[in-house]
């Protein structure tokens, strides 16, 4: 299984911080059951829930939440407060002296267990997208390709624009690692990335595709704008110099190999007519694009 990028992880100890600070605050009910200890304000106060430690948390980081299952976040958020609601009447009724209520208990031990439920399932929509994701360029990796190739098809035909796959390969990378090692390979790696990110659209996905290879989905309304996005990606990774920690600057070029996505075609074909766009390019000279099947 690939490492979790860095983000995920702390993601995931912030997590798994947050809910065993919630069981610690379950500890203080008990005290204040058995020993009529008050509580503090994250448990008698109206707006606990965003005062006890998860709920500041899981407000920090409602955009995460929200950008992996925006109705279960929304659920969170509801059955946190729902919990918090009936703990606060509990203890209140309990400081005065008075017996607490059946029903509110209910609804305290439903809700912890709902809550417990969600939050387990977010950790693993976490896990299950770290690993569907490039450690070293945050792209994602070829999983995904499949079900995003099927979108975007439907969505073309739906718009009546061309869809292009295309095969995107760093040129000479190969002595790049053999001269300068495999962690500064990594570093322009990772660096192409984020130049090849910040030239495309944002409704042109980019994948990892293995080793120095990248697929990028590109959708367009004609054969010259095809080759105008392909041009201006080119341009900007001749125009962005790497530099190393020796100090000097790495010159960078890739090569493209462009396949119009057919009616016949699935995306294994596609790739395959891309490749070997690919491989004409390379044979021709590098730094430049080829389109399958002009």
Avoid at 48 to 77: I, K, Q, Y
Avoid at 161 to 171: E, F, G, P, S
Wanted: glycine letters at 6%.
């Amino acid at each position: 299984m690939p490492a979790l990028p860095s983000e995920a992880d702390i993601f995931i100890a912030e997590l798994d911080a947050a809910v065993e600070a919630h069981m610690n605050w379950t500890r203080r009910i008990l005290r204040c059951a058995v020993l009529r200890t008050v509580p503090g304000e994250d448990v008698l106060d109206p707006l606990a829930h965003t005062l006890c430690h998860f709920g500041n948390w899981f407000m920090s980081s409602r955009d995460h939440f929200e950008a992996l299952d925006a109705p279960s976040s929304r659920c969170v958020e509801a059955v946190h407060k729902t919990m918090h609601d009936a703990i606060r009447s509990i203890c209140t009724r309990m400081l005065a002296g008075q017996p607490g209520n059946h029903a509110d208990l209910e609804t305290f031990e439903q809700s912890q267990s709902e809550l417990l439920v969600l939050l387990a399932r977010f950790k693993t929509l976490i896990l299950t997208q770290a690993v569907r994701h490039d450690p070293l360029t945050g792209l994602p990796l070829r999983y995904g390709i499949e079900n995003d190739f099927a979108l975007y098809r439907k969505e073309a035909r739906r718009n009546r624009t061309l869809l292009y796959v295309a095969m995107i390969d760093v040129d000479h990378f190969k002595p790049v690692n053999d001269t300068h090692g495999h962690l500064v390979g990594d570093m322009v790696l990772r660096q192409l990335a984020g130049i090849l990110k910040g030239t495309l659209r944002s409704n042109e996905p980019l994948y990892r595709f293995g080793g120095e290879e990248f697929l990028w989905l590109l959708q367009c309304k004609s054969v010259a704008e095809a080759e105008q996005s392909a041009q201006r990606l080119l341009a900007a990774v001749r125009g962005a110099s790497v530099p190393i920690p020796d100090g000097a600057l790495l010159a960078l070029t890739v090569t493209l190999g462009l396949a119009r996505v057919r009616e016949q075609d699935d995306l294994s074909s596609a790739i395959m007519r891309a490749d070997l766009a690919l491989y004409d390019g390379k044979k021709s000279g590098r730094d430049r694009y080829v389109i399958a099947d002009p």
